[in-house]
């Protein structure tokens, strides 16, 4: 693949209703899903060789087997998927808020077909993640409401690690982080990566809207503790609520990373386009963003550390 950073390209790579984006790599292709609530199918599916031009290539949740949807509503259904390809198969964990809770399908052509879900048991919370390390350990994150919160939105990440051939939660529980802020407002969307040495855990904070923002966290053990980047001073690593109202992309959150076969780093991420005023008609969309590591952290766009639309 072409570096992509010396090239223009036009955001968002997906315009209009295409929320929480997640992004994985298998070989030289790329595959990208987003939220689709209380709507069937579900799970759109997108598949680029260059991250920037996308075709969809169908749904996640094609079956009633798959996605009940009975009394979801527009904004019941499914939340904030994670796609992931591990050893010749993939992957989508996701939350359906309406009918049953945390679930895993698997296929070996994203094209589908995929299969009918695996349900975690004693699994709480939303926005499920997967994250597979490099000892063949595999490990599941979400968030939570602390059980000492005193509003809805004092939520927390928790982790614990799954067997993969029962799709089962062994082991201890761990409490992975609240957030860059004290009293953070919904931390959620968290996703695991190791880089350098370290275990990084990005996730959403500051709710969906004006305030949304990107975080992240770092340790040298999967389940912590979590300290935010560069003592996070450097937190958060993406927000736009610094700059106003008055401008043309806002409020980006909940990212993904993904990294290119040649070593290059990029971010998926929502964030929307009003327009006639303080007004987000098109929705939540999907955008891309260059990242760069430096002094142990993610860079977002360096220069202007914000989402360009070229």
């Not at 698997?106 to 004693?122: C, F, L, M, V």
């Not at 067997?163 to 968290?190: C, D, Q, Y």
Request: negative net charge; proline residues 7%.
């Amino acid at each position: 693949m072409d570096n992509i950073k010396k090239q223009t390209f036009q955001n968002p790579i997906l315009p209009g209703f295409y929320p929480d984006p997640s992004i994985c790599r298998a070989g030289d292709d790329y595959y990208l899903i987003t939220s689709s609530f209380g709507f069937f199918p579900g799970v759109p599916i997108f598949h680029s060789k260059d991250l920037v031009n996308w075709e969809q290539i169908g749904h996640v949740l094609d079956r009633p087997s798959q996605l009940n949807l009975d009394g979801a509503g527009l904004s019941g259904g499914i939340y904030a998927p994670t796609i992931r390809y591990h050893q010749g198969t993939f992957y989508m964990i996701t939350t359906n808020v309406t009918n049953g809770g945390n679930f895993i399908v698997t296929a070996e052509n994203p094209a589908g077909p995929w299969s009918d879900p695996y349900w975690i048991e004693n699994a709480p919370g939303i926005d499920p993640s997967l994250f597979f390390d490099e000892d063949g350990r595999v490990y599941f994150t979400a968030a939570w409401m602390a059980k000492d919160a005193q509003k809805f939105s004092n939520m927390e990440i928790w982790g614990q690690e799954l067997e993969l051939t029962t799709m089962k939660l062994v082991g201890e529980r761990h409490n992975l982080w609240r957030g860059a802020l004290k009293n953070a407002h919904s931390p959620e969307g968290p996703h695991l990566y190791k880089v350098y040495g370290y275990y990084y855990l990005l996730i959403a904070e500051g709710g969906t809207q004006h305030f949304h923002a990107v975080t992240i966290a770092r340790s040298k053990n999967i389940f912590g503790p979590y300290e935010g980047y560069e003592g996070y001073e450097g937190n958060p690593i993406l927000t736009h609520r610094h700059l106003g109202k008055e401008i043309p992309i806002s409020n980006p959150g909940h990212a993904d990373l993904v990294e290119t076969q040649n070593g290059e780093w990029w971010m998926v991420a929502l964030a929307s386009r009003p327009y006639g005023g303080y007004f987000k008609n098109l929705g939540r969309e999907t955008f891309l963003i260059p990242v760069e590591w430096e002094d142990g952290g993610p860079i977002v766009t360096p220069g202007t550390g914000r989402v360009e639309s070229a």
